[in-house]
């Protein structure tokens, strides 16, 4: 029989029983168990993780663990440069496109107000979410710990937050992801680019009161709806400039932006129907 002693850090600790956490687990393991086997076997997605160590060595997922190995467990590192060490992927995902499961209607909206391509559909099975993620080189979204246990799927984010505002803003903290948005460019509910045209292509699609009011209009080229700069537009705009502001900014600013009444009900916007422009 195999014996080896597993640590896991910091927020991988969430997946793991209370009696587990924060401490060292001698495990006893099949023979010829994979690391990434015994990882997932105590709860914690293969996804949710970047760097292991056995016996002080960085090694990949399908290394065999052997009678008395130790093995440290980490998640994505915010500060420190592990850039000399084994990851355990092959390689990060250059384009930033996520596939969100049936429970995160509300997040993939919002993702794709700030410009990222999210596929969502709440009929979506596993089996599906696992073929799209792996044919598109697309990060899996998700509140389901299984789901990120699929084989096909390499890049997952397991989404701890309950409420879309929330989901949103954990997911841009998690994956930088502030560098890379392009605000209002996409359709919140087709996920295609949105194209500016003339004010007289609005002519008689819009409410004659919008018509008069504004001059600059965009449409979605699959729905045909146009959207202007109203004040649904002005409330998406507050929490876009918000995602965007430096982490330093927002971490000073986080108790006024949780203080009851002082915030736009985010939550009611992302269901609601767009007026975006970029």
């Given at each position: 029989m195999v014996t080896a002693t597993f640590r896991f850090y910091e927020e991988l600790n969430d997946f793991l029983a209370p009696s587990q956490r924060r401490r060292d687990l001698s495990c006893p393991c099949a023979r010829a168990a994979t690391v990434k086997h015994m990882i997932e076997a105590l709860g914690v997605p293969h996804t949710e993780v970047e760097l292991i160590l056995v016996n002080g060595e960085s090694v990949p997922f399908e290394q065999i663990l052997?009678?008395?190995d130790r093995v440290a467990v980490y998640p994505k590192f915010e500060s420190l440069d592990v850039s000399p060490l084994l990851r355990v992927r092959e390689r990060p995902l250059r384009v930033m496109r996520f596939v969100a499961d049936a429970h995160l209607g509300g997040l993939a909206h919002l993702l794709r107000m700030t410009g990222f391509d999210t596929l969502y559909d709440n009929h979506f099975e596993d089996s599906e979410i696992e073929r799209i993620a792996a044919e598109e080189m697309r990060v899996v979204l998700t509140r389901d710990r299984e789901l990120l246990k699929?084989?096909?799927?390499t890049h997952g984010c397991y989404v701890r937050a309950i409420k879309s505002s929330l989901q949103v803003r954990e997911i841009f903290s998690?994956?930088?992801l502030a560098g890379s948005a392009r605000p209002f460019a996409?359709?919140?509910?087709?996920?295609?680019p949105l194209h500016r045209i003339d004010k007289t292509e609005a002519d008689g699609r819009v409410p004659d009161g919008v018509f008069a009011r504004h001059e600059r209009f965009v449409t979605c080229p699959q729905c045909r709806r146009v959207f202007w700069e109203g004040s649904h537009w002005r409330k998406m705009r507050a929490l876009v400039d918000e995602l965007m502001r430096p982490a330093e900014i927002a971490q000073a600013d986080g108790a006024a932006d949780c203080a009851p009444g002082l915030a736009p009900d985010f939550d009611t916007l992302a269901a609601s129907t767009p007026r975006p422009i970029p």
């Amino acid at each position: 029989m195999v014996t080896a002693t597993f640590r896991f850090y910091e927020e991988l600790n969430d997946f793991l029983a209370p009696s587990q956490r924060r401490r060292d687990l001698s495990c006893p393991c099949a023979r010829a168990a994979t690391v990434k086997h015994m990882i997932e076997a105590l709860g914690v997605p293969h996804t949710e993780v970047e760097l292991i160590l056995v016996n002080g060595e960085s090694v990949p997922f399908e290394q065999i663990l052997q009678d008395g190995d130790r093995v440290a467990v980490y998640p994505k590192f915010e500060s420190l440069d592990v850039s000399p060490l084994l990851r355990v992927r092959e390689r990060p995902l250059r384009v930033m496109r996520f596939v969100a499961d049936a429970h995160l209607g509300g997040l993939a909206h919002l993702l794709r107000m700030t410009g990222f391509d999210t596929l969502y559909d709440n009929h979506f099975e596993d089996s599906e979410i696992e073929r799209i993620a792996a044919e598109e080189m697309r990060v899996v979204l998700t509140r389901d710990r299984e789901l990120l246990k699929r084989r096909g799927i390499t890049h997952g984010c397991y989404v701890r937050a309950i409420k879309s505002s929330l989901q949103v803003r954990e997911i841009f903290s998690r994956l930088d992801l502030a560098g890379s948005a392009r605000p209002f460019a996409l359709c919140l509910d087709c996920n295609v680019p949105l194209h500016r045209i003339d004010k007289t292509e609005a002519d008689g699609r819009v409410p004659d009161g919008v018509f008069a009011r504004h001059e600059r209009f965009v449409t979605c080229p699959q729905c045909r709806r146009v959207f202007w700069e109203g004040s649904h537009w002005r409330k998406m705009r507050a929490l876009v400039d918000e995602l965007m502001r430096p982490a330093e900014i927002a971490q000073a600013d986080g108790a006024a932006d949780c203080a009851p009444g002082l915030a736009p009900d985010f939550d009611t916007l992302a269901a609601s129907t767009p007026r975006p422009i970029p």
